[in-house]
């Protein structure tokens, strides 16, 4: 977070007041940056609410205005950042306050989209204090809040609204439910009934909710399959009849359910793990879980958590040869489960001049570039070769040297991205029309697009974000991807 507003503040980007520049199409016209007025936000209403506010983001508070809500309910939507660092910018963009980009209806739409981008991450905590700013009041917000609170067992604070309330929401299910839990199930058997006589449920709803009203009627069927995308009602009715269903298979959101260890503490490392893969976990508490107590057997995460014990020992005894030794078993662990980033947050620093030797000195090496302080850290490293000129570069924001030998994944697209080209004309005009937002979603589809093998897509994406100031963001994408993809064309 710090990094990103230093990034804005360097670019004039900082609220309040500066210029603001973003990214669309791969033409090229003018990388002049247009000046965007801004006005204080004082009252964004239900669609701006936020837990971050303008001064600690630096995103300006008109960052979505200007902008069609639908599009950007589709771009925000099908937006799955292909490296870590992209999605920690969008999880400050999802949580930023900001005025929607439209009043009424619309702008609750566009508080809805954000919502469902925190969700699907896993930020299950943070979408519910998102809802408690912006109030549940209308229906599209009360699904989701009751969604979530029911996702965290907290049953009552939505049942009692709806008491309050009947016109907050239509669903059946949730209505039978709730009459259930306030001990009335006679009346709750009678809205069943009437909801299955007149069709307003499907069969398998009708099922579920049977069987939770009757215990009988859960002895005598056969046992429910259980749903591939249970929602969070289905989840606690399942659990309400003696079957709770396990997380692992479920939708990330589900993953928060196993991180208090009431399920073991294999389930809760896999959750951990599940979570700082996307960056919804900080790596400290990964690391707390993984050291927690001697692996109970081995094989898949016990080998992980093994080889990680094996490692902090080697490292908190300073001895090179056995961290030599013991780097390559944790690395290839964590790779595999796609963990180095966060490893590399938790190692690099104490990892840089330890003197290793043989394999152990290349992942070492690649650690500090995965790291928060790879700016800093590869000061502190020499000439190692090509790959770490080439990565010592772009960490500096500087035109890489050896392009064109470097044996790194998109080399040449990223190296094309710090030679000075400018921001594509079609992202250029979205940007002198304010829409700042929407630039940094295209330009995060661009990345994406460009780590799939699209080498031009991937340039403009860098020398968009560098144009709007994202400058830290740019550097650790180009080297996570870099990197990231060089490990995984190894396994």
Not at 44 to 56: F, I, N, Q, W
Not at 79 to 107: C, F, Q, W, Y
Not at 224 to 238: A, N, Y
Not at 392 to 397: C, M, Y
């Amino acid at each position: 977070m710090k990094r990103l507003l230093a990034g804005l503040c360097s670019a004039g980007l900082a609220w309040p007041g500066g210029a603001l520049l973003a990214q669309s199409d791969p033409v090229a016209n003018s990388a002049t940056a247009p000046i965007v007025s801004e006005t204080p936000l004082d009252n964004p209403g239900s669609g701006g609410a936020g837990l971050l506010s303008s001064r600690v983001t630096g995103l300006p508070g008109t960052l979505w205005i200007g902008s069609d809500p639908m599009r950007l309910r589709e771009l925000i939507t099908a937006a799955r950042p292909a490296v870590p660092a992209l999605r920690e910018l969008l999880h400050t963009l999802m949580l930023a306050e900001a005025d929607p980009p439209a009043s009424g209806a619309a702008g609750i739409a566009h508080l809805g989209a954000r919502l469902d981008w925190l969700i699907r991450l896993g930020a299950v905590e943070e979408a519910q204090a998102l809802i408690e700013i912006a109030g549940h009041d209308t229906p599209e917000l009360f699904s989701r809040w009751a969604d979530l609170n029911l996702l965290l067992g907290q049953t009552n604070a939505p049942c009692a609204a709806l008491r309050s309330t009947p016109g907050l929401s239509n669903d059946i299910a949730l209505r039978i439910f709730c009459t259930a839990r306030s001990g009335d199930w006679q009346r709750a058997t009678l809205l069943l009934g009437s909801a299955r006589t007149l069709g307003d449920l499907p069969a398998r709803d009708v099922d579920l909710l049977e069987r939770f009203l009757d215990d009988a009627l859960a002895e005598e069927r056969p046992a429910l399959i259980p749903p591939v995308r249970p929602t969070p009602l289905e989840f606690r009715l399942f659990e309400a009849m003696g079957e709770p269903l396990p997380t692992a298979p479920l939708p990330l959101a589900f993953s928060v359910l196993d991180l208090g260890g009431d399920n073991g503490w294999r389930a809760q490392i896999e959750a951990a793990e599940r979570l700082a893969r996307v960056g919804a976990l900080p790596a400290n508490q990964l690391l707390g879980l993984y050291t927690l107590r001697e692996p109970a057997a081995s094989g898949g995460v016990w080998d992980r958590i093994d080889a990680l014990q094996d490692f902090e020992k080697a490292l908190n005894r300073g001895a090179p040869d056995a961290v030599s030794l013991a780097l390559p078993k944790v690395w290839s662990q964590m790779a595999s489960a796609g963990l180095l980033v966060p490893f590399a947050d938790l190692f690099a620093e104490r990892l840089v001049g330890l003197g290793l030797s043989g394999r152990a000195s290349r992942m070492a090496l690649r650690s500090v570039f995965l790291s928060p302080g790879y700016e800093a850290l590869s000061s502190r490293i020499g000439d190692e070769g090509p790959e770490v000129r080439f990565l010592t570069a772009i960490a500096r924001g500087q035109m890489p040297p050896d392009a064109g030998v470097v044996a790194l994944p998109h080399s040449a697209a990223v190296a094309a991205g710090f030679s000075g080209a400018q921001i594509p004309a079609v992202l250029h005009e979205q940007l002198a029309q304010g829409r700042l937002g929407e630039v940094i979603l295209r330009a995060v589809a661009l990345f994406n697009s460009g780590a799939d093998g699209n080498a031009a897509d991937l340039t403009d994406a860098l020398v968009t974000l560098r144009g709007i100031g994202l400058e830290d963001v740019a550097r650790r994408a180009a080297l996570q991807l870099m990197i990231l993809d060089a490990e995984r064309a190894r396994r």
